[in-house]
């Protein structure tokens, strides 16, 4: 029998002192910065999660994880990011209807101040994933965060053009409306299926179920009706460790997502491009309407990562890498990963084989190009 993993676990992380630096954003927010410190380097590495996860996406014992393996490959100083999409804080379930342009404008600028108070002007590298890379790329490209705070930075997943499938466009357009006003609930959550019997949620899921038969895990089942149009959608099953995909890992790892996100994320399908959710909304005035119109002024150099069977974001960091090698060609790089979903190029019990190399690649290439910040 495959062991249970505790909750929020800091086992996966060996030879480095780990330590919390909690944080206000401007719209009085408490997030946290995870410092994982095994030497003074030159080259500081940021990660951050996407909706749902949180930090403990990248220190899961059960693989040799991305900090671990960071650590290991000369970067000795790795930070976390949890900020208002992670599933260690309330936000996702409180009911609060905040946008990306809130996560852009507050949450990547007040992180950034943290962190250079403990780092100062060393060269800073960022890995981002999912809607932690949608929300960061409007950030720098909306001017939220400087374009010279940064060395590299990759995106997996999704940038600033996102694409989805067409069933996950019809669960987008009934989805948010559904879960306010019929479920009662302005969220949805994997675990849906320990809620009381016969209540909306436990119908909810046991229904999703009955349309997975490609596994027994109800959590599996349930992040994929919540993203994507697949079965699976999250990730390729054939990539996990057994650990990850049995008790309740799963929904340790992805948990709960309040469904005003997709709302922002409908609207950008429609444009094509990152657009605010609300122009009129005086509280975001600083970012851009088009966050591509800056395009050639972000020097930044962007790796694009992507499964080749990503069915949540489907092809959207290839039309992005497309778009912006138009604009300053040779700038930007891209990268398809084979035999890989949306986010087992994180958690894939292969990951540190196939796709973190490819990573380390581009950090360490513009370690050596970009001066410090």
């Known amino acids: ?54 930090s403990d996406l990248f220190v899961m014992p059960e693989i040799r994880n991305m900090v671990s393996h960071l650590l290991d490959e000369g970067f000795g100083d790795v930070w976390a990011l949890d900020f208002r999409m992670s599933n260690r804080f309330p936000y996702n379930t409180g009911g609060r209807r905040w946008s990306l342009d809130d996560i852009a404008l507050f949450d990547f600028p007040a992180a950034m101040t943290e962190l250079r108070r403990h780092i100062g002007d060393r060269r800073v590298h960022v890995f981002a994933h999912c809607l932690g890379a949608l929300s960061f790329s409007m950030s720098l490209f909306g001017g939220a965060v400087r374009d010279d705070d940064f060395a590299s930075l990759v995106v997996n997943s999704v940038s600033l053009t996102p694409r989805v499938p067409n069933w996950s466009k019809v669960k987008m357009a009934v989805g948010p409306d559904f879960a306010d006003y019929v479920l009662g609930s302005p969220y949805i959550d994997p675990r849906f299926t320990e809620a009381p019997k016969l209540s909306g949620r436990w119908l909810m899921a046991k229904v999703i179920s009955a349309f997975h038969p490609e596994c027994d895990e109800p959590a599996c089942h349930m992040q994929s009706f919540m993203w994507a149009s697949g079965r699976p959608g999250f990730f390729m099953h054939e990539n996990l460790a057994p650990e990850t995909h049995r008790h309740d890992r799963l929904a340790d790892i992805n948990g709960a997502s309040t469904v005003h996100y ?66 300053v060609p040779g700038r930007h790089k891209l990268e398809v990963l084979p035999g890989y979903g949306h986010i087992d190029p994180i958690l894939g019990k292969n990951a540190h084989e196939d796709v973190y190399p490819r990573i380390v690649e581009h950090f360490k290439k513009h370690g050596t190009d970009r001066k410090a910040a």
């Open 1 to 54: 029998m495959a062991r249970r993993i505790r909750r929020f676990s800091g086992e996966g992380v060996k030879d480095a002192a780990v330590s919390l630096h909690p944080f206000t954003t401007e719209d009085d927010l408490l997030l946290t910065l995870s410092r994982f410190h095994r030497q003074d380097s030159d080259d500081v590495v940021l990660l951050m999660h996407g909706l749902t996860s949180s």
């Open 262 to 327: 997709y709302r922002h994320i409908r609207k950008m399908v429609k444009a094509g491009k990152a657009v605010r959710y609300d122009p009129r909304d005086p509280r975001l005035k600083a970012l851009p309407t088009d966050f591509l119109a800056r395009a050639a002024e972000i020097t930044t150099p962007i790796l694009f990562t992507t499964g080749d069977h990503n069915r949540i974001f489907t092809d959207s960091n290839i039309v992005c890498h497309r778009a912006l090698s138009k604009i």
